[in-house]
């Protein structure tokens, strides 16, 4: 046994000096060639080697947080009849993979199912991956909780989902599971927004997989692959270090060695017939340095990894350990090739250590083309319901954080129900899951987990309110929310007499929201927390939605009054009476020609054919139109460019647009606090065009769908507004709800555009807003939900709101968008907000100051909470329950907003401040603001306040970046905020804080 054992012994010394790497399956800290003692970040990556072309190995794997299987069939990997892929045997197998071998690497992107994972292994298992992580052999990249599309999410559960995920990686992981690069590899265009994010969490550098066909072939031709990035007009040093990867994810052609790949692998045996060793370097050799003319330094990266890869992960390594023991031997025979495993980071470092002078890009990756015909545009509107579901899930994700946060007791289920919409959030973020670009059931099943963080944080909040209310234990309200607003129903607002009705506001500064409750006919009054009579109405129900055959209530009109000056975090309830004695105004319909509607502020003047015609502001009337349209959606086999159909992805319009009507019937409803008009435009595109007492803006609430297909074709339909602005060409998009970017159409910033199909081409992602203007007029246009738009022709603007199409575009996900509900196609309703003003910034606030407001207001509106009061007459009501309160001592400045108020660790309350305007954007509000946050707060003292970066994963002060380029600094130092008063701080325009507080209660 002695001599056995001192045998394999030297065997392993021989294999380490043969192959060049060292046996260590303990995962024990020791030096071999070419690389430093094991350890985690930058010191412990491998050493690159000057006089050679340095490959970097990078096995990988691109588990989908949903696609074409749920999250759990693709964690457990069931129903691999439609996929073959199971993440947990990855983990497991990429695990026992790594402590075979000391230089072998991985890196692992997804939190959502690193966690899954790691809560079922074992307390030994745990420590083991705690010690790969220690040493650097498994990398967390991107680290989010999920790989978050780019185009439809907003900036705000962007955000949230990188902290919930990096959470994770902190908790667990510590320093060493902090990531330092993004990992942007799958999402269809990458956005400028999402650049600064990154930047403002600390990242070094980013990789991205996907970029358009044109752009890819100018970068590769001109060595432009990599570039500094200039992720922010506004804010400093928002360069960021963005690297595009050669095969998007892939391995290069004939070096997949995974189970699911057709390969073929290393056959080394000496005397096989089949040994291909020499034929299998030489290609690597010719690919490998075909690669290094398109990239400025001496290294390349190589993504050698899939979608759902290392299920065997032997299969994997074994040949990747022969691909680097082969290749390198030929430096023997003077190849300077240089191979080995490495990560992300890993090559950051080597580039960033190369000096090197970097090309430059300031605008965003969008539209994505794969190539003449396929444009993934389609996808920013594809699902519109689930589009809007996601953003409601927000929205009830900050009231139930912000309400967590400030219990006066905290229940000790808060923080499990608090993880289940946060989890669900993070999924939502997915680039097959907000882009409506997965499987039916897998759309079902993201919507049953986001209806079920719903009701988890629900408990929170009715907990919560009821604390604040003073209810006493016989008579807590049992708080709810109008699940069916959507189709303008509510049970209880229907069937109770009386209704207590509590408006929530998230904001940081007052709200003067309208309030629509569905009710039936009758006279109803309104009472406010001092038993003030509110002016109200009651305004029909439009017979579009009353007709809805899967509608079953009972509820004709909706009671229209105004919540005025509900506090900033904080609520103020509302008492709503159905009784016989008092009077609630009515407001009466009637059909006129050449009608207007509006109010001191605002008019839309229709034409005799019941369609907008102009828009009379202050006086001013210009012309201004709006219909819907269609496009008919191509169809094809897609076995060739010409054949493409539009899809899930892909918009592919068969032709020119075509006109609904020309005719639409209207009805007119006019009272003190809003001004409507009811138009039907066919028998499944209808619209409300209202205007509220007082308001400078236009609300059109359109409801579209069940999209005929009786001709057996797709269509998608749009909402187009045409006025005589002179927009010579060129209008904006938001980037995910901030900053706002200039497009010209047919035009890219970066490269010579040769535009095949002009319509997709010029589609680009409109998050909350799209705007046009000239010299004297500008046109704004903010929508409640993730569209696609553009401006195709000189003053005119267009928004994507639904659409239904018959066949696959053949880019995965392998079912047509033919969405249905209740056996028919789906119908979606949702609203638009219409701005027109001056384009002048003479008068402050300017128009584009007025949009910024408005576009807070219609992300995070006052949640209307209600609760049936049968039993608690009004009087009683009033001296029992506390009818008002606030958060805040005092407002914020109006262009500041309180982002994000969560729980946090060690009894903490995670906070985050940004400046909502950007440089120059308004003479005012684009000036820095300062805020005193031990006066902030009414009920609490700030004891601690220490600032992390973005996703509150490092302390402020700890963050250093890398510098890059030539005459570069070692590092960018993030900027300390100086001042004798820890509690005040200062917002420059577009800047977002993040701080850990601790409160104490006065």
Excluded at 363 to 371: E, K, L, V
Excluded at 554 to 572: D, I, M, N, W
Excluded at 927 to 952: M, Y
């Amino acid at each position: 046994m002695e001599n056995r054992n001192k045998l394999f012994l030297l065997l392993m010394v021989l294999q380490c000096l043969l192959v060049g790497t060292g046996a260590n399956p303990t995962g024990s800290k020791q030096s071999f060639f070419g690389r430093h003692p094991a350890q985690c970040g930058y010191e412990g990556c491998p050493r690159v080697k000057e006089n050679m072309l340095n490959v970097h190995l990078v096995a990988h794997t691109h588990d989908d947080v949903g696609w074409l299987k749920t999250v759990d069939q693709y964690y457990y990997g069931s129903r691999s009849s439609i996929q073959k892929a199971g993440v947990q045997y990855i983990l497991d197998s990429v695990i026992q993979e790594l402590l075979k071998d000391v230089t072998r690497r991985f890196i692992f992107v997804e939190s959502a199912f690193m966690q899954k994972w790691y809560l079922e292994q074992t307390e030994e298992m745990r420590e083991t991956v705690k010690n790969l992580v220690n040493e650097g052999r498994l990398e967390f990249i991107g680290g989010a909780w999920s790989m978050n599309d780019e185009a439809s999410v907003h900036y705000q559960s962007v955000i949230d989902q990188f902290t919930w995920g990096l959470r994770f990686l902190n908790d667990t992981f510590g320093e060493c599971g902090r990531p330092k690069a993004g990992w942007q590899i799958d999402p269809f265009g990458h956005s400028r927004e999402q650049g600064s994010l990154f930047v403002q969490m600390g990242y070094d550098g980013l990789f991205q997989g996907r970029l358009d066909f044109q752009d890819k072939s100018n970068r590769i031709a001109q060595q432009t692959m990599e570039m500094m990035w200039k992720t922010s007009d506004s804010l400093e040093n928002s360069e960021l270090f963005t690297s595009g990867l050669y095969y998007i994810y892939a391995p290069p052609p004939g070096f997949c060695f995974d189970v699911l790949c057709n390969d073929d692998p290393f056959i080394d045996g000496p005397y096989s017939k089949d040994n291909n060793v020499k034929e299998k370097v030489d290609l690597f050799l010719d690919t490998v340095h075909n690669m290094s003319k398109t990239f400025l330094t001496n290294n390349i990266i190589l993504t050698m990894g899939e979608d759902f890869h290392y299920q065997d992960a032997n299969m994997w390594f074994k040949n990747l350990d022969k691909l680097i023991r082969y290749t390198n031997a030929r430096q023997a025979e003077g190849s300077l090739v240089n191979v080995f495993y490495s990560t992300p980071s890993c090559y950051l470092k080597a580039v960033h250590d190369a000096q090197v002078e970097w090309p430059t890009k300031s605008d965003d990756f969008f539209p994505y083309a794969s190539d003449p015909t396929a444009f993934w545009t389609g996808y920013f509107t594809s699902r519109p319901t689930q589009k809007r579901y996601e953003r409601e899930g927000n929205h009830f994700l900050q009231v139930c954080k912000q309400l967590s946060a400030i219990a006066p007791t905290k229940e000790d289920y808060y923080e499990a129900h608090l993880t289940a919409l946060r989890d669900v959030m993070g999924v939502m973020q997915h680039h097959d899951a907000i882009t409506g670009t997965e499987k039916q059931h897998v759309a079902d099943d993201y919507a049953r987990m986001l209806y079920e963080g719903f009701e988890a944080c629900s408990a929170n909040i009715r907990s919560v309110l009821n604390q604040l209310s003073g209810y006493r234990e016989d008579g807590k309200f049992d708080w709810s929310y109008c699940k069916q607003a959507n189709i303008s129903a509510c049970a209880t607002t229907e069937n109770a007499d009386n209704t207590v009705v509590l408006l929530y506001n998230p904001l940081g500064y007052g709200s003067n929201d309208y309030v629509r409750l569905p009710v039936k006919d009758g006279q109803y009054s309104v009472l406010n927390d001092r038993g003030q009579t509110v002016p109200s109405t009651l305004v029909p129900i439009p017979s579009s939605v009353i007709e809805l055959p899967f509608r079953e209530s009972e509820a004709t009109h909706e009671l229209v009054f105004q919540g005025e000056q509900v506090p900033p975090v904080g609520y103020k309830t509302y008492y709503v009476s159905k009784e016989e004695s008092r009077d609630s105004s009515s407001a009466e319909m009637r059909q006129e020609d050449n009608v207007s509607i509006g109010n001191e502020h605002v008019s839309v003047n229709f034409d005799e054919n019941g369609l907008m015609s102009s828009i009379t502001v202050h006086g001013e009337t210009h012309s201004l139109k709006q219909n819907f349209l269609y496009y008919d959606g191509a169809l094809g086999n897609n076995e060739e460019f010409r054949n493409r159909s539009s899809g899930a992805y892909i918009f592919r319009p068969n032709g020119t647009e075509k006109t609904v009507t020309d005719v639409v019937e209207i009805q007119v409803v006019k009272s003190d606090l809003v001004q409507e008009m009811h138009q039907i435009f066919n028998e499944w595109i209808s619209q409300v065009i209202r205007v509220y007492a007082g308001q400078e803006h236009v609300e059109l609430e359109w409801l579209v769908g069940p999209i005929p297909i009786d001709d057996g074709v797709g269509k998608e339909i749009i909402s187009r507004f045409e006025s005589d602005i002179k927009s010579d060409g060129v209008f904006w998009t938001d980037s995910n709800g901030r900053e706002m970017l200039r497009r010209v159409r047919n035009h890219r910033e970066t490269w010579e555009l040769d535009l095949a199909e002009p319509i997709p081409g010029n589609y680009y992602p409109v998050t909350t807003k799209i705007v046009i203007e000239d010299e004297h007029k500008r046109l704004s246009l903010l929508n409640d939900r993730a569209q696609g738009g553009s401006s195709l022709v000189d003053g005119q603007l267009e928004l994507m709101v639904h659409r239904r199409l018959l066949r696959d575009d053949r880019f995965g996900v392998g079912e047509a968008l033919n969405e249905t509900q209740f056996n028919t196609g789906l119908i979606a309703r949702g609203k638009h907000y219409l701005v027109f003003g001056s384009s002048h910034i003479g008068s402050t606030p300017t128009q584009a100051a007025k949009e910024r407001f408005l576009q807070n207001k219609v992300h995070l509106p006052s949640w209307v909470f209600v609760a049936p009061s049968d039993d608690f007459p009004y009087d009683q009501d009033r001296n029992d329950f506390r009818h008002s309160f606030t958060f805040l001592a005092t407002s914020l400045p109006p262009n500041v907003h309180l982002l994000t108020m969560e729980p946090w660790k060690e009894d903490g309350v995670l906070v985050r401040f940004e400046h909502l305007f950007a440089v120059n954007e308004d003479p005012q509000h684009s000036l820095p603001v300062q805020i005193d946050l031990q006066g902030l707060f009414a009920d609490v003292n700030v004891v601690s306040l220490r600032e992390t970066t973005l996703a509150g994963n490092q302390w402020k002060e700890d963050s250093k970046r890398m510098s890059y380029g030539l005459g570069r600094k070692e590092q960018i130092e993030t900027p300390q905020k100086n001042n004798n008063d820890q509690f005040l701080i200062e917002l420059k325009p577009m800047e977002i804080r993040t701080f850990v507080a601790h409160f104490a209660r006065k």
